[in-house]
């Protein structure tokens, strides 16, 4: 049962209609206090609630509703509906425990599955076992690329199986070599998106004016280079999984765009008037810290909540280092077929030190370790000593040519990385900065925009 709240009988009349068309059971209130005590008394599976409840006030009286249902029933979702121009007002609601909102006008569709998203979710939180066995997983789901069994990563692995088959967005946090990618991968494959389309778009990796042409695709003509019709990445998603990598690049006009797209579902091809209307799950990943983008101000609160209706957090290597003997031998394994070396292990001694080492670069420099090291050693039998030389070879890498890993950073972000430091370096003056990066100030200037650096 749906409970379904706003002063207007026209809202909860036709959001009921709606929805009882869909099979499901609804029952409306007009009033807090009457929906208050519907909820204590009865148990909803979900309540719709508009937040602008009384026409009178600001939406404290929505939010002050929606923190009393929260306080009844921790666990009983809650919808929020919105006013496009009240966007503050949902970010509070979020913050208050919403899981989700909708802004006007919405549509049917979006209503929909807002509500579809909300009861598998909550459904798949209810029926979450306390410490899912490996076994029981790989019975379940498909996760046969995803090594580990430490138990923080079971559980996370449970999460996305369970919200694989919903249409809820995904966040995926976590340091550089984690795994983000894969995990991103695995929900996929896991849901019932599999067989259509997944499009991965490093959006670190797009310069800013080229962005909507990029995602929503032009039209020929729509501006001097465009020659030729060209679909986005949205259309290409179209009915699957749009994976949006390095989401925590966006600058800020870029990230209104996108919540545009990922609000409401509609985008507009550029140089066309027609409005065009996407189905795609949102996944998306960054080792950035977001909440920390946003209290700096660098990032849309309410762009996050549109992303992270689940956040899944990746532990670093070092935190599941009980993983690490079986991830090395995964690796050992799949390289030794690949240079024909079948009779190759790794010494327990060696397995046991692998094991006491930080991993900055986590899953990815183990395996270009064990790689490296099988290349060097030419031993059956790894030990410490042959993983030492090329270890201090990647050290040394590092610190002879300073540049980063080849596929961590585009040319965009080295530029970028490159122009802050000779900021900083010549303390902001721009002619010397210029100067030493070997280009005019005007040039210098439309990188500042292009990057969005303030000075
Ligand atoms: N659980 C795992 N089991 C086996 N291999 C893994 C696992 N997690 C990650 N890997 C491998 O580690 C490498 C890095 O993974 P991935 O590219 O997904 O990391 P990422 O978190 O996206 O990193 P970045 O932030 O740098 O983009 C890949 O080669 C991937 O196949
Ligand atoms: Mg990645």
Do not use: C
């Not at 929805?19 to 909820?39: G, N, V, W």
């Not at 009178?56 to 666990?75: D, H, M, V």
């Not at 919903?166 to 550089?176: F, H, K, Q, R």
């Not at 091809?269 to 660098?298: F, Y």
Request: aromatic content about 6%.
């Amino acid at each position: 049962m749906i409970l379904i709240v706003d002063d207007d009988p026209s809202v909860t009349t036709s959001i009921s209609l709606l929805l009882r068309q869909s099979s499901y059971r609804t029952q409306t209130s007009s009033h807090p206090t009457a929906a208050l005590s519907l909820i204590n008394q009865q148990s909803f599976q979900l309540v719709i609630l508009d937040m602008n409840f009384s026409r009178r006030t600001t939406g404290e009286e929505g939010i002050e509703l929606l923190k009393q249902i929260k306080a009844a029933k921790p666990g009983l979702p809650v919808i929020l509906l919105t006013a496009w121009g009240s966007i503050q007002l949902a970010v509070a609601g979020v913050r208050a425990g919403a899981s989700d909102f909708i802004t006007k006008p919405w549509t049917h569709q979006q209503l929909l599955q807002a509500v579809k998203t909300a009861l598998e979710l909550s459904a798949a939180h209810s029926t979450q076992t306390p410490n899912p066995t490996r076994e029981k997983l790989d019975e379940q789901y498909n996760f046969k690329d995803l090594i580990g069994n430490d138990p923080k990563f079971l559980k996370l692995l449970e999460v996305i199986g369970r919200v694989a088959a919903t249409d809820a967005s995904v966040l995926i946090t976590g340091e550089s070599g984690t795994g983000k990618e894969l995990i991103a991968e695995a929900i996929h494959r896991n849901s019932p998106r599999t067989n259509k389309a997944f499009i991965k778009v490093n959006l670190g990796g797009i310069p800013a004016q080229l962005f909507e042409s990029e995602m929503f695709g032009h039209v020929k003509g729509a501006f001097t280079d465009a020659r030729a019709d060209r679909k986005g990445r949205f259309e290409l998603a179209d009915g699957g999984t749009i994976f949006l990598d390095e989401i925590g690049d966006l600058d800020a006009s870029a990230q209104v765009k996108l919540l545009r797209v990922l609000q409401d579902r509609t985008y507009e091809v550029l140089g066309s008037s027609i409005t065009r209307t996407v189905d795609i799950r949102v996944i998306s990943a960054t080792n950035r810290n977001l909440a920390e983008m946003v209290s700096s101000g660098h990032f849309r609160e309410d762009l996050l909540y549109r992303l992270n209706l689940i956040a899944v957090h990746l532990p670093p290597l070092r935190e599941r280092s009980s993983d690490i003997p079986l991830i090395a031998n995964h690796f050992l394994t799949s390289m030794a077929k690949v240079y024909r070396r079948a009779d190759l292990s790794i010494s327990d001694g060696a397995l046991k030190w692998l094991q006491s080492l930080p991993w900055p670069g986590n899953i990815r420099q183990l395996k270009h370790l064990i790689e490296r090291t099988i290349l060097v050693s030419g031993k059956e039998v790894l030990e410490v000593d042959d993983f030492r030389l090329p270890m201090e070879m990647e050290a040394s890498d590092s610190h002879k040519d300073s540049l980063p890993q080849v596929g961590s950073m585009t040319l965009d972000e080295i530029e970028k990385a490159m122009i802050l430091k000779a900021l900083k370096h010549h303390g902001g003056n721009i002619s010397r900065v210029a100067e030493a990066l070997g280009m005019s100030r005007a040039a210098l200037y439309r990188r500042f925009e292009k990057y969005g650096i303030e000075i």
